[in-house]
């Protein structure tokens, strides 16, 4: 399934209906110490919130005045977990944390477009990468990088930044023939519904589930650096 963030990452603000509404508990952590917390599952009609998936953390948001805690997908259902009750069948205004949206979508399109130039350049394919607070970790599958390689990269970032290079969602069914030429590291189990194939004009095609910018443009400026084989952003 394709939530309505996946259809339009750039909304920020959506009316739907609640589906269900199951008493849940939620373990985080607080302070370093861990905790649970009380509350209850809600699934919607449909969604801005992100669930978590692809290495993409999930949003933050709210539910009419009720924050959302944690979006979890489960089949094709996110799953929301509020420390409130919503009444089934009612109307859910919701909103995304938009700092924390952006940042994602920024953060995962620069992965998309620095993996497909470290291949196509070098020939280094990224082994995991990883989305956080302060930067994104991007693993490459090499010891070490060879003199200039890494200003060459960073070089070839900005300058797709600089074209204004458009991103577009094409969303495929799983027998078409045009999914066989895209880079992907597989469906998980439960996928039901169409292939969501990010497509990086001219320089990269990638089956992902997660929130992305239209344009490179939207990325601004980013700057690469380099620690064994991982280029940090």
């Given amino acids: 399934m394709a939530f309505q963030c996946q259809r339009d990452c750039y ?3 959506f009316i739907t209906t609640v589906v269900s509404c199951s008493p849940a ?12 917390v009380k509350g209850f599952n809600v699934i919607l009609k449909d969604t801005i919130l992100f669930p978590e998936g692809g290495g993409q ?7 009419g005045p009720v924050p959302v805690l944690r979006v979890t997908r489960q089949g094709s259902e996110a799953v929301h977990f509020v420390e409130s009750a919503l009444e089934v069948g009612s109307e859910a205004r919701l909103e995304v944390d938009w ?24 020939g280094y394919k990224t082994t995991s990468w990883d989305l956080g607070r302060q930067r994104s970790v ?7 990088v060879k003199p200039g390689e890494m200003e060459a990269l960073e070089d070839a970032v900005n300058q797709k ?4 290079v458009p991103v577009t969602v094409q969303l495929l069914s799983l027998d078409d023939p045009a999914v066989e030429k895209v880079r992907s590291r597989g469906l998980p189990d439960d996928h039901a519904g169409p292939v969501r194939i990010i497509d990086i004009e001219g320089v990269d095609a990638n089956m992902c589930c997660g929130t992305h910018v ?7 400026v980013e700057s690469c650096s380099k620690q064994n084989g991982s280029v940090f952003l």
């Fill in 11 to 13: 909304m920020q603000e």
């Fill in 25 to 36: 508990e939620l373990k985080r952590e607080n302070g370093g110490k861990k905790e649970k």
């Fill in 57 to 63: 953390p999930d949003d933050r948001g709210t539910i």
């Fill in 99 to 122: 700092e924390r949206r952006f940042d994602h979508m920024q953060q995962h399109s620069g992965q998309h477009l620095v993996t497909a130039l470290a291949d196509s350049m070098f």
């Fill in 138 to 144: 991007i693993e490459l599958d090499t010891a070490a």
């Fill in 161 to 164: 930044i600089r074209e204004h």
């Fill in 214 to 220: 239209s344009n490179l443009s939207h990325l601004q």
